[in-house]
């Protein structure tokens, strides 16, 4: 491993802003809010939950049609969350605690509310009018073409304005108009965006829907098709989007995307040490393992979706993982993740029956112990559960408030959400807090050893001193019970075996494809039992249990 490279093995936390910490209790959280919070993040000591990045959600001035990702100054910060000087200060405080700080990207659209899209809407001459992806009517007057947006209750991709008598190109909402990238202005305009973050101490960039920046520029039609899973576990979002009987073969992945993100790599590579993931939402991994380029040219992670929209079997994991490590060159890294703020949480998500919360706690293993960058999203190391949102209190125009609520900072009736000591200066927050936050949350977990605070806790601290985990090989384990999904990570100076049980009965380890006799269990899911010796023949896997094993 080259020296630095912190991406390659740090854990990295994903803050929804506006969800995290409200440090003046306006009811919405805040910069200065996770900057209060920072030493539950990491304060050194493995009391501390020990993650070595946070990637913050969009906290710019937008007018949060889409909750920030509808970006209206690229290098300011909402006055809701605060000033550049809080932002400083975040950087400084994390940077002291050796927490490194990534930002959202978001290149594809701006706000409708950007000086930008105002300059291109004012007449068809503005200099920036190619800035956006403008196009005339059908000759019967219908959009330009077929495209839809991202978000099914946006209907089409287009907009019509009627003063230029033109239709702007949006691929989520109206209020998101796509930026042309086909325009150098436009490249030129981001690189100097990133640097103005990179100058202020970044350490790197999610880059939002990153496959999306390159569109056909003859604006051809998408091919219809029958295709779409409305089962998927992972919520209806991506599966609607993908529900609507269109191939998406010319509104994403079009090859022009690869030289933006080497664009993006070389001012990336003008600093020291900083990195960019994207969010490559594209189900298909032999097009996601492109998106690292040819060797340290493109992304330095990609978000593997594929894996994230896998059902509750170990095969399907284990296939995924397998594939994936298959296609990807010798030097790109994996990232690994089962949450962020689109996606029903883990814990609610896999649950049935009431076996969420003990099917959350193998996630968790898994994710921290699979070669690749883990990504944790806020709350998911409680345990914390989909909000239910009432009819009155639904604010995304996608569905995403449950996975969206207030984190669990303690017992209180807003869940410590909101800083202020004296109850009459806090507004409600902004999303109900989840049921069960009596219960789920830091004060009450950090000191019940059988809690998920604590197993991500020791999974992370272990992991740090694991040169197995951090950088190893992998390999997985085709030959055992059909419920398990069995991994070895290799260094040179250790051996670990991880095995995962997705069943809802014990396994008993198979004698003959493990790797030796002697064993030794450094952790497990299930809080009864402890670390200690064993034989791998007299090993039982309880259900729902995950172990990682050192072997000799
Ligand atoms: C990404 C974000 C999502 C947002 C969309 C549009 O998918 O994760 O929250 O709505 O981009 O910016």
């Known amino acids: 491993m080259a020296a630095g490279e912190w991406w390659r093995h740090g854990v ?6 506006r969800s995290f910490s409200d440090s003046n209790g306006d009811g919405v959280g805040d910069l200065a809010g996770i900057t209060a919070r920072l030493d539950y993040l990491n304060d050194g000591t493995p009391s501390s939950l020990g993650v070595d990045a946070i990637w913050l959600s969009p906290f710019y001035p937008s007018p949060m049609k889409d909750f920030g990702y509808d970006v209206s100054d690229y290098t300011g910060v909402d006055a809701l969350f605060g000033t550049l000087e809080d932002f400083d200060t975040l950087v400084t405080e994390a940077h002291a605690r050796g927490i490194r700080v990534v930002v959202d990207l978001v290149p594809n659209h701006t706000s409708d509310r950007h000086p930008w899209f105002l300059e291109s809407r004012s007449s068809r001459q503005s200099p920036k009018r190619d800035w956006y992806v403008w196009a005339d009517s059908k000759p019967d007057g219908q959009p330009p073409n077929n495209w839809m947006s991202a978000f099914p209750r946006a209907g089409r991709a287009w907009t019509f304005d009627q003063r230029t008598g033109q239709w702007y190109l949006h691929s989520f909402l109206p209020e998101q108009a796509d ?13 100097e965006v990133m640097r103005f973050w990179l100058d202020r101490g970044v350490d790197g960039f999610r880059v939002d829907v990153a496959h999306r920046m390159a569109k056909d520029p003859q604006l051809r039609d998408n091919p219809l098709v029958a295709m779409g899973d409305d089962d998927d576990p992972a919520g209806p979002w991506r599966a609607r989007r993908v529900a609507e009987m269109q191939l998406e073969l010319y509104d994403e992945d079009w090859p022009e995307v690869h030289q933006i993100l080497r664009r993006f790599r070389r001012t990336l ?9 994207g969010e490559v939402y594209l ?8 998106y690292y380029g040819s060797g340290r040219d493109e992304l330095h992670l990609a978000h593997n979706f594929v894996f994230l929209h896998q059902p509750w079997k170990p095969e399907a994991f284990r296939s995924v993982v397998d594939e994936y490590a298959a296609l990807l060159l010798a030097d790109a890294w994996p990232a690994q993740f089962l949450g962020n703020h689109d996606h029903s949480r883990v814990a609610s998500r896999y649950d049935e029956g009431g076996n969420g919360l003990a099917r959350a706690r193998v996630g ?18 409680l345990g914390m559960v989909d909000g239910e949102i009432p009819p009155d209190r639904v604010v995304d125009v996608d569905g995403r408030d449950p996975e969206r609520t207030p984190m669990q900072w303690d017992a209180s009736p807003d869940a410590g959400f909101s800083l202020p000591g004296d109850a009459s200066a806090r507004a409600a927050p902004w999303l109900p807090v989840a049921a069960g936050a009596e219960r789920v949350n830091v004060v009450v977990e950090r000191d019940d050893p059988t809690s998920m605070l604590s197993l991500y806790r020791h999974l992370i601290w272990y992991r740090k001193g694991s040169a197995a985990l951090r950088w190893g090989g992998y390999r997985s384990l ?25 069943g809802d009965a014990p396994v008993r380890w198979p004698a003959g494809p493990g790797p030796g006799d002697a064993a030794r269990v450094e952790l497990s899911t299930d809080p009864a039992r402890q670390p200690g010796p064993v034989a791998l023949p007299d090993l039982v896997i309880a259900a729902d249990e995950g172990v990682v094993l050192r072997l000799p």
Do not use: C, Q
């Open 12 to 17: 990295i936390y994903h803050i929804y802003p």
């Open 179 to 191: 930026l042309n990238w086909w325009s150098p202005a436009v490249r030129e305009a981001m690189d």
């Open 269 to 277: 590579d003008g600093y020291d040490d900083r990195m960019a993931v």
């Open 283 to 290: 189900l298909d991994l032999r097009k996601l393992a492109r």
């Open 364 to 381: 968790a293993m898994m994710v921290l112990t699979l070669r690749g960058t883990p990504f944790l999203y806020y709350g998911e190391e």
């Open 478 to 502: 085709p030959e055992v019970p059909e419920s398990l999904y069995a991994f070895v990570r290799e260094a040179p100076e250790e051996r670990l075996l991880v095995v995962l049980n997705f």
